[in-house]
């Protein structure tokens, strides 16, 4: 019978080739992916989270652990019935037009990936436009726009008043982050979520896709 | 006065806690040995390959209201920058960059899809443009024999309109490393840095912009910078 607390230490710890070997040793048992999900790869993930949020791990750890997390969940995924719960939700993600710091976007990118979301990744200065084709042509669920310049981040309305604009507001949840972004400012744009870091952004985005 | 020059990271002395720290570590904490040597074996990998550059010019010019004004450019630099630069009689503008040469290998690393890789790759370049600007800062100490500068404005920072990047790189004329800016005024190769620089006997190079900034918790807060 294999431990799957050794399943919820290797991604908490960063193991990616235990990761995977505990995973293939529970489905040769015949253990449901759901329960190997949900009780120990997601309990995993917050744990490290919370390490994070504490000053105890950091970037490089939430990164390992993610890795860990997918490929195991890239085991589990084909086994898991129904098309909802393949994957999480549909992201799309960019740094806003005018701006190119992507660090903290690529972040919250993997960590979303990781977590078993979907990901389009589409890179730096990305206009309101792209941000819509993107959406419609993905079906997103989310988009996620990130800025790190204050002369920039007003171009988050923008998109948000575009995405209105062509009907589609209603059908994607808006989710935005980057140093000078704020909970406040989130509102006042009308944006459906904002987090300080990738961490939260994920649970950000469980709570937006399942709302 | 003008001095450009491509220099060898050797000369530049970035180090493992520069990284560390660029990657989100407080100052003085270590990694797990994984991360370590990881970092320590895509900086040899990186140095192999890369070659940071730099150009600084220097101009007279001067203060008007809150503007600097350099041959005829007038910088639409906000109240703050403005009356921190007031007193400078010449100006040093700078371009540095990790170059082509370093985007190149960054691409490398980020199509090989490893996550983690891909953020210490993107660390890594940070912590060389930043350090880059540690390295001009000295070397214009060299240049002005001990005379008195204030610290680094960059367009973009505090309220000055990213868009006044124009006016620093028509100054710069074809003097830019081969950076460019495109139509939202940002720079390619992406790590790359723009600034300025006021000098004169009554500047204090302790003002910097990160004293302006009002996010007291920022990870980079009082880094050394340019
Ligand atoms: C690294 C860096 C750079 C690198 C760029 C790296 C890159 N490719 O992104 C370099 C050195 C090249 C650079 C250059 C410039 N930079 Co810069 N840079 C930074 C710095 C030091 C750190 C940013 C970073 O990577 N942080 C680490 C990541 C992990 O954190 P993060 O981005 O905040 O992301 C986290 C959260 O915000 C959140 N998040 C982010 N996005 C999203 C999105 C969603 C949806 C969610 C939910 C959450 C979320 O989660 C992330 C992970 O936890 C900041 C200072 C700062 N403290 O932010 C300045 C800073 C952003 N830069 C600044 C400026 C002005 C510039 C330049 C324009 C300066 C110039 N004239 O040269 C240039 C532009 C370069 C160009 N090519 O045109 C200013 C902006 C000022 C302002 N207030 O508007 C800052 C604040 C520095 C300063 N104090 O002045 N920069």
Redesign the pocket.
């Known amino acids: 019978m294999t431990d799957l607390n050794l399943l919820y230490d290797a991604i908490l710890n960063g193991k990616l080739e235990q990761a995977v070997e505990v995973t293939n040793q529970a489905v040769a048992e015949g253990i449901e992916p759901q329960e190997i999900i949900n009780g120990y790869m997601i309990k995993a993930m917050e744990e490290i989270g919370l390490r994070f949020q504490n000053g105890e791990a950091f970037?490089p750890n939430l990164l390992m652990s993610a890795r860990a997390m997918k490929g195991s969940l890239d085991i589990l995924r084909p086994l898991l019935k129904g098309s909802n719960s393949v994957s999480m939700g549909k992201v799309v993600?960019g740094?806003v037009k005018g701006d190119?710091?992507?660090?903290?976007?690529n972040?919250?990118a993997s960590?979303l990936e990781g977590c078993g979301f979907e990901v389009v990744n589409l890179g730096?200065d990305i206009s309101s436009d792209k941000f819509i084709q993107a959406a419609k042509e993905n079906k997103a669920d989310i988009i996620?726009?990130?800025?790190?310049?204050?002369?920039?981040?007003n171009y988050m309305k923008d998109v948000i008043d575009a995405l209105e604009a062509a009907g589609i507001r209603k059908d994607v949840k808006v989710?935005?982050?980057?140093?000078?972004?704020t909970e406040a400012f989130a509102k006042q744009i009308g944006a459906d979520?904002?987090?300080?870091?990738?961490?939260?952004?994920v649970a950000?985005?469980r709570q937006l896709v399942s709302a | 006065m003008r001095v450009s020059d491509v220099i060898s990271f050797s000369e530049l002395g970035l180090t493992l806690s520069d990284v560390y720290e660029?990657m989100?570590y407080r100052k003085g904490v270590e990694p797990d040995s994984q991360t370590t040597a990881l970092v320590a074996r895509m900086l040899a990998d990186l140095e192999r390959e890369v070659k940071p550059a730099y150009v600084l010019k220097t101009w007279p010019g001067k203060v008007e209201d809150h503007s600097v004004v350099i041959d005829g450019v007038v910088f639409d630099t906000p109240k703050t920058i403005g009356k921190i630069l007031q007193g400078a009689h010449h100006f040093a503008l700078f371009i540095?960059t990790?170059g082509q040469a370093y985007d190149q290998w960054a691409d490398r690393v980020k199509q090989q899809g490893d996550i983690l890789d891909a953020f210490v790759a993107?660390?890594i370049?940070?912590a060389t443009?930043?350090k880059m600007g540690l390295y001009v800062k000295i070397k214009l100490d060299q240049l002005l024999k001990g005379a008195n500068h204030s610290s680094s404005f960059?367009?973009?920072?505090?309220?000055?309109p990213?868009s006044e990047?124009s006016k620093?790189f028509t100054l710069m004329g074809d003097d830019t490393l081969g950076?460019t800016?495109n139509e939202s005024?940002?720079?390619?190769?992406?790590?790359?840095?723009?600034?300025i620089i006021g000098i004169g006997e009554t500047l204090n190079p302790k003002i910097t912009?990160?004293s302006l900034?009002p996010?007291v918790d920022?990870?980079?807060?009082n880094?050394e910078?340019v």
């Open positions: 970037v993600i740094t190119l710091h992507d660090i903290g976007k972040l919250v960590m730096v996620c726009m990130s800025a790190l310049l204050t002369t920039t981040m989710m935005i982050g980057g140093a000078p972004v979520g904002y987090s300080e870091n990738a961490n939260g952004a950000l985005a | 660029s989100g540095i990790a993107d660390a370049g940070s443009v930043e960059c367009p973009g920072q505090y309220h000055w990213i990047q620093l950076v800016i005024y940002l720079m390619h190769p992406i790590k790359s840095v723009s600034g912009a990160c900034c996010r920022c990870f980079r807060r880094a910078h």
